[in-house]
């Protein structure tokens, strides 16, 4: 027996909680609706004493709650306890937890100090005559036997943050709990479901431990992402710095959400708490969310740290001037800017790619953007830059893709980058395509049309890159390249989330509908949701908001659905290529909506606000959902 179940052993030896028959006659009331909690190393004596191991003990009688300061074991978070049988006497007798053992003692915490006193509130054993002797014997010898335990401070501190609620443990099994077993509730969801008159009380704590969590992620992702400038690791640093910049500007988003919900009356007072519930939903998912995306990204900069790219030796050029680009890459109505240079990236090592990246990772989560990295592998193995599927199988029969991943930057007269793009051009032997994936702006310069460039330049690029391509090819086939031509661009548009997105779906709504752009609809091709899974768009939910697939094309089959349908067959091909099963999903959703909405029409995405109710009206889109953001969002405020 170890030290700590020594301590436990040694409690029941000199204190039993007899309540004699009250707990069956006041019907188990403190069992219906508080929280029973398990002291440190409490479990293991628990499962040695029963005989049990420790996993058995907590798959069948144990929950553990997550607050911010750290876990806590209680007894399993359902109606009834698991250990009582039907006269509410406990099961688990001699190893009862010692919170259940000594009720009614309650502790509260008082000027630094932890203070015990009987609980005369809740407990109607303390008033009935004839136990006036067993409350005694509580009051001396129980509060003895718990300070003899030697608990820690900081144990009774997080455990004061529930203790005092009544909880509704009926809504937790029916709306929360998921498993059964040995599952972690964090405590802010628990506070959803406080009943008896503690519901405000419990929301507003919810909140305020919501925003310590805030202010406990900040942190983390400050220290977990922090490097030291010196040599090759500078080339980390850089990359973290702007990921570490991203992370927190979602952060500051949250914080000033929650600052909001702590003052408003309407959402803490709310009786039956499903908007609270709600908010804490969104927001530990954003909390979740960037906790995965900053271990992520700590490990691949660890990596990135060890290796000596100053050694490497591709023979690559660093990157290449596109020059003047077409005016066919340009929609009709764009308004040329000249005080800008393009140039197509081709090594990973440059001051100039770490520059791009850290632009990309202020805009999206790096986790959305990891085809640079995929780029940086394929140098560190020797193939040419972003040459994936390259030549993959590609022969006469016309069923093979051929990729290339591209990565155009623009630079101001200071030769600082002030603007990237990254994706793809494509081709299968059916038509050749370019896809944009990412497009990035310094917020200085948002308001000058330079994600029309970008997208233009990536034009060229992947025009450039189908004329190489075809170099290598038998002379007939090469004419085939040639006649196909650059055909067309498929992107993807999404509108802004409630939530989720933030301000990050400021930075990028910012570039959609600018270059001529049709919606394919009613095809759709996928949704942002509050959880990503299989569920059919719903447009009376605000967190189900639809992305659109956008075709542009620059030749003669402009205006083509069939065409359209096509391109996006390709960019299908692509993402199930290089992706996993989600991007088969995603094609599978698209055809199947295709099949039973009818034949795909082209409608043209909205510039402004003004054309905003005509894009709602051929979309069928719930009008509320887009026009009260559409009008203050940065899309509309640097487009008229």
Partial sequence: MNKKSEIFARYHDSFAGDTYDACARCGGKCEKFKISTLMPGEKQFMADKLGKTLAELEEGYLSVINTPYGNVDVLKMKTNCNFLDEEYRCTAFPAKPVLCDTYPVVFFISKGKVRFEIDKVDCPMVHWPEYKMAVKDFETNGIRAIKELKVPFSWWKKVTLFDEFDVDYQKIELELAKTGGYEEFYLEEIFGYACNGYEKRARKRGILLLIERQRQAVLTTETRLAFKDDGIKKAVSDLARGIRSSLKSQLKDVRQILEN??????????????????????????????????????????????????????????????????????????????????????????????????????????????????????????????????????????????????????????????GVADGAVLYN???????????????????????????????????????????????DLQQQIIKTGLLSEVGEVEFPEDLN??????????????????????????????????????????????????????????????????????????????????????????????????????????????????????????????????????YTKTNT
């Fill in 261 to 418: 919900a702590n003052v408003d009356e309407a959402l803490i007072s709310a009786g039956e708490g499903s908007e609270y519930r709600s908010l804490v939903k969104t927001v530990l998912h954003s909390f979740r969310r960037i906790q995965e995306e900053t271990e992520r990204v700590r490990k691949r900069l660890a990596e990135l740290q060890k290796r000596k790219d100053n050694k490497i030796k591709t023979g690559l050029v660093p990157s290449v001037l596109l020059g003047p680009i077409d005016d066919k890459f340009f929609s009709a109505n764009f308004k040329r800017v000249d005080d800008f240079q393009v140039y197509q990236l081709f090594d990973e090592r440059t001051q100039d790619f770490r520059n791009a990246y850290r632009l990309l990772a202020q805009t999206f989560f790096t986790d959305e953007i990891d085809t640079p990295i995929q780029y940086e592998k394929a140098l560190k193995q020797g193939r040419s830059p972003g040459s994936g599927s390259s030549r993959k199988g590609i022969g006469r029969t016309g069923k093979n893709l051929w990729a290339r991943w591209l990565m155009v930057i623009l630079k101001d007269t200071k030769n600082r980058v002030v």
């Fill in 501 to 634: 997105a933030g301000s990050m779906s400021n930075r990028r709504l910012v570039f959609h509908g600018r270059l001529d752009r049709s919606v394919l609809w009613p095809a759709r091709y996928a949704q942002m949701d509050t959880d990503y899974q299989l569920k059919e768009f719903d447009p009376g939910k605000w967190n189900s908001v639809p992305m659109f697939l956008c075709y542009r094309a620059f030749a003669r089959e402009a205006g083509n659905p069939k065409s359209a349908l096509l391109a996006a067959d390709l960019l299908f091909d692509y993402f199930i290529f290089f992706s996993d099963s989600n991007a088969a999903w995603d094609k599978k959703y698209f055809t199947s909506h295709l099949k039973k909405d009818g034949d795909a029409k082209l409608i043209p995405m909205p510039k402004d606000y003004a054309e905003l109710q005509r894009f709602i009206n051929k979309t069928g889109l719930r009008k509320s959902l887009l026009t009260d953001l559409y009008k203050n969002h940065l």
């Fill in 429 to 475: 032997f059916k038509i050749s395509t370019f896809y944009a994936s990412h497009i990035a702006v310094d917020p200085t310069l948002r308001s000058m049309n330079l994600g029309t460039v970008l997208t233009a330049a990536m034009a060229k690029a992947a025009d450039n890159e189908l004329s190489r391509f075809a170099e290598t090819l038998p002379s």
